[in-house]
C-alpha cells in the first residue's frame, strides 16, 4: 500500500516515467503501471495446494470436531489431543504444527470457533465525533510549506471534515471544531 503511494506521488510531483519509477523503486513496470492505475493494490492470489501430509487425516479429524460440538466445552479435542489420537490411534506420522493448522482451519469452517466473535458498536448522531491533529508539507506557489491538519469524523455517519491550517494553536482547533460542527452537532465554547 505505501509503495503504491510513493510511486504515484512521484509520478504526480516529479512527472517520471514508468522506467524511471520501476528503476528507482525497484519494482516490474507492470506494478508501476498497477500503482497508476489504481491506488488500492489488488488482492494477492493465493492457490489452493493440496495438504499432502495432513489431507489423509482431513476427515478423520473433522469427524472428530463434529462430534464435539454436542459435548461439554471442557470435553472437547484441543489441536495438542488430535494430534496425539492421530499418532496413537491410526500411527500418523504428522507434525503437531501441521494438525494444529489444520485443527484451527477445520474449526472455522464448522464453526466451532468462538473467538471469531464481533461486537456491534452503536454511536448516536450527533453524540460521537472523533478528532486528529497533524502536521504534514504541501507545495504552494512553488513554495514548500509545512502545514498542520485538523481532522473530525463523527461516528454515527462517518462523515469527516479536513482543514488545514498555516499555524497551529488551540484557537485554531477550537475554530476548526466550531466551522465544522455548526451544522452537526452545535458547538458552545466552555
Request: aromatic fraction near 6%; proline fraction near 6%; hydrophobic fraction near 35%.
Amino acid at each position: 500500500m505505501e509503495q503504491f503511494e510513493r510511486i504515484r506521488r512521484d509520478h504526480r510531483d516529479e512527472e517520471l516515467s514508468i522506467r524511471e519509477l520501476a528503476s528507482r523503486h525497484r519494482v516490474h513496470r507492470r506494478t508501476v503501471r498497477a500503482a497508476l492505475a489504481d491506488a488500492v493494490p489488488p488482492e494477492r492470489k493465493v492457490p489452493d495446494r493440496p495438504r499432502p501430509v495432513s489431507g489423509p487425516w482431513e476427515a478423520t479429524v473433522r469427524t472428530w470436531l463434529e462430534a464435539d460440538l454436542s459435548e461439554p466445552r471442557k470435553q472437547r479435542h484441543t489441536a495438542r489431543r488430535v494430534w496425539q489420537r492421530l499418532l496413537d490411534e491410526k500411527g500418523a506420522r504428522v507434525a503437531e504444527s501441521t494438525i494444529r493448522a489444520l485443527v484451527h482451519d477445520l474449526k472455522i469452517e464448522i464453526g466451532a470457533d468462538g473467538s471469531l466473535v464481533a461486537v456491534p458498536q452503536t454511536h448516536l448522531p450527533g453524540q460521537e465525533a472523533e478528532v486528529d491533529f497533524g502536521d504534514f508539507m504541501a507545495v504552494i506557489d512553488g513554495e514548500r510549506l509545512q502545514l498542520h491538519m485538523f481532522v473530525m469524523r463523527l461516528s454515527h455517519s462517518g462523515r469527516a471534515a479536513h482543514i488545514a491550517y498555516g499555524n497551529a494553536g488551540p484557537r485554531r482547533s477550537w475554530t476548526g471544531t466550531c466551522s465544522r460542527s455548526r451544522c452537526w452537532v452545535g458547538c458552545r465554547p466552555a
